[in-house]
Structures are given as C-alpha cells and as structure tokens.
C-alpha cells in the first residue's frame, strides 16, 4: 500500500511541473472559468492551453461541465489550492532569507 501511495503522490507531483499549470490551477481556485476566460486570464494560446487543461482533466485535477458549447473548469478538490499555498509560503521564506542574506552580505562589503 505504501509503495502504491508513494507511486500516486510521484504522478500526481509530475502534473505541477509545469507553470502555466500551476497559473491554471491558481486562476481555478474557488470559481469556474471557461477556457476563453482562462485564456484571457493567462495571455496563452488556446490550443496549448488545450494541452494543459486536458493533462489536468485526465488525472483528476479539474472537473468540467458543459453548457451548450462552452467547457467550464474548476478544481476537483479545495485542498490543491491549500497544497499550492503551502509549497508557495515555503518558496516565499526561502527567497525571503535569501534576500535577508543577500543584503547582509552587501553591507560587508
């Protein structure tokens, strides 16, 4: 089972790869967009947008729903955007101390 879990949560590390959908997935957070409003949103092109949205789609990560010819998309599950917030905090402290050495080193010289 633990074997299984670890192989799931690799997959499921494999799909935010990628920014433009982590950009998806922040624009998803608690609303349903279209794919023009996400387009809009992302400045990118439809078609590779297309690409993203259905990565994400076959692994589980946003739900769709169609009203006549327009596709709308929104997170599977609340906690993906509580899992973006908090690997964002931890990248936020990371530069933050960076920066706070960055400048002690500039006084030092």
């Given at each position: 089972m633990d074997k299984r879990l670890y192989e799931m949560h690799?997959?499921?590390?494999?799909?935010f790869t990628s920014a433009k959908r982590l950009e998806i997935l922040n624009?998803?957070?608690?609303?349903?967009l279209s794919v023009g409003q996400l387009a809009k949103g992302l400045d990118i092109k439809q078609a590779n947008l297309s690409q993203h949205l259905s990565i994400l789609r076959e692994k589980g990560i946003v739900n769709t729903r169609r009203d006549g010819v327009t596709i709308y998309y929104s997170l599977s599950n609340p906690k993906i955007s509580k899992a973006f917030d908090i690997i964002r905090e931890m990248l936020l402290e990371r530069l933050s101390r960076a920066e706070?050495?960055?400048q002690k080193i500039r006084i030092r010289k």
């Open positions: 690799a997959q499921m590390c494999r799909i624009l998803l957070r608690g609303k349903e706070k050495l960055s």
